[in-house]
């Protein structure tokens, strides 16, 4: 195997030559000289060490992807929306010539430490809470993302407009007759993505009227089996006639529950999910759902932390991405 060495040697050029070509610094070697020596290393199928590259370029050539409060018996792919965005999230780094480094903690305060220990070039946090995001971003030294948390003007974040999402789920099931609608979702508490989708249900069933019907149903998360267990207690419920949900998954745990007890989607009852996953169009009913762009999301979160590791001058911007209803058949109108 040829190495630094055999290649200065043919080239005829200094060890230190070489490895300036290899690492991008190309200020004080000609044209031609690049081209002779990139031939040799193809020539040769060389392949530098990373570690050593990291040390020359004091880059490690990392994108660490973190996700805080995973509880330690938690998978985190087993949700299709993580999963989709961590496979967007790749695809990008990847072809953008980074590697990719994901993180599950349960504890935002083991980011740092794990950061540096890693010499990690940029970072993406998934679904940080947002008084936790205004102690990183202080702390951080590298460019960050925050995707799915609300920033202040100062933190580089996207998410989706999801008080808008919670509002068109709610009037659309309000424009089909429905007066008992439902918020199904883990606790809200008083900032974040499930607040903003209870304050656009909230919104819509003010706007119609409808306050005194209002009713927020907590559950422990936004899993198929959450859903499950919600679905077999309102089966059993008076009243109630629809649902909006925070999440795909536990509109179908939701609609399974039902269906296990007795009750028909959308016939006895109708639901709304939210992410627009591609597993609302394999179940039966297919879900109506509100589409928040999962891809783009991610897409937009990948470009802007490249963007940042490309050029420092970079402007740090919110984004919000719109969201529409796909209507498919979960819902029924009430004569």
């Given at each position: 195997?040829?190495?630094?060495?055999?290649?200065?040697?043919?080239?005829?050029?200094?060890i230190v030559t070489v490895s300036n070509v290899i690492n991008g610094n190309h200020k004080k070697v000609s044209d031609e000289t690049i081209a002779r020596i990139q031939k040799i290393i193809h020539?040769?199928?060389?392949?530098?060490?990373?570690?050593?590259?990291?040390?020359?370029?004091?880059?490690?050539?990392?994108?660490?992807?973190?996700v805080p409060n995973v509880g330690e018996d938690e998978n985190f792919l087993q949700s299709p929306y993580n999963a989709e965005v961590l496979g967007?999230?790749?695809?990008?780094?990847?072809?953008?010539?980074?590697?990719?480094?994901?993180?599950?903690l349960s504890d935002y305060q083991q980011a740092l430490p794990l950061l540096h220990s890693w010499n990690v070039d940029g970072a993406v946090f998934i679904g940080a809470n947002t008084s936790d995001v205004e102690r990183l971003n202080q702390q951080l030294?590298?460019?960050?993302?925050?995707?799915?948390?609300?920033?202040?003007?100062?933190?580089?974040?996207?998410?989706?407009?999801d008080?808008?999402?919670?509002?068109i789920g709610?009037?659309?099931?309000?424009?089909?007759?429905?007066?008992?609608?439902?918020?199904?979702?883990?606790?809200?508490?008083?900032?974040?993505?499930?607040?903003?989708r209870f304050r656009g249900y909230r919104q819509a069933m003010e706007e119609c009227g409808l306050q005194s019907s209002m009713e927020k149903r907590e559950v422990a998360s936004t899993t198929y089996e959450s859903g499950l267990a919600a679905g077999r207690q309102l089966a059993f419920e008076q009243g109630t006639t629809a649902c909006v949900t925070t999440a795909d998954i536990l509109a179908?745990?939701?609609?399974?529950?039902?269906?296990?007890?007795?009750?028909?989607?959308p016939e006895d009852f109708s639901i709304v999910g939210f992410d627009d996953l591609p597993e609302c169009r394999y179940t039966t009913p297919q879900l109506t759902t509100i589409n928040q762009h999962v891809a783009e999301?991610?897409?937009?979160?990948?470009?802007?932390?490249?963007?940042?590791?490309?050029?420092?001058?970079?402007?740090?911007?919110?984004?919000?991405?719109?969201?529409?209803?796909?209507?498919?058949?979960?819902?029924?109108?009430m004569d």
């Open positions: 195997m040829a190495t630094l060495k055999d290649i200065a040697k043919e080239a005829g050029v200094s020539d040769y199928h060389y392949v530098p060490n990373a570690t050593a590259r990291s040390l020359a370029s004091k880059q490690s050539g990392i994108i660490g992807v973190l967007v999230l790749e695809k990008i780094i990847r072809q953008s010539g980074y590697y990719l480094m994901v993180r599950c030294s590298i460019p960050a993302v925050f995707l799915d948390t609300y920033t202040s003007e100062q933190v580089c974040g996207v998410c989706a407009d008080f808008r999402g919670g509002y709610t009037r659309y099931l309000i424009n089909q007759g429905h007066t008992h609608i439902c918020f199904l979702a883990p606790g809200a508490g008083k900032e974040g993505v499930i607040y903003e179908i745990g939701l609609m399974e529950g039902l269906r296990l007890s007795g009750r028909r989607v999301k991610a897409e937009k979160a990948a470009g802007k932390l490249l963007d940042m590791l490309r050029h420092q001058d970079v402007a740090i911007q919110n984004e919000r991405i719109d969201v529409d209803l796909v209507e498919r058949q979960s819902v029924q109108r």
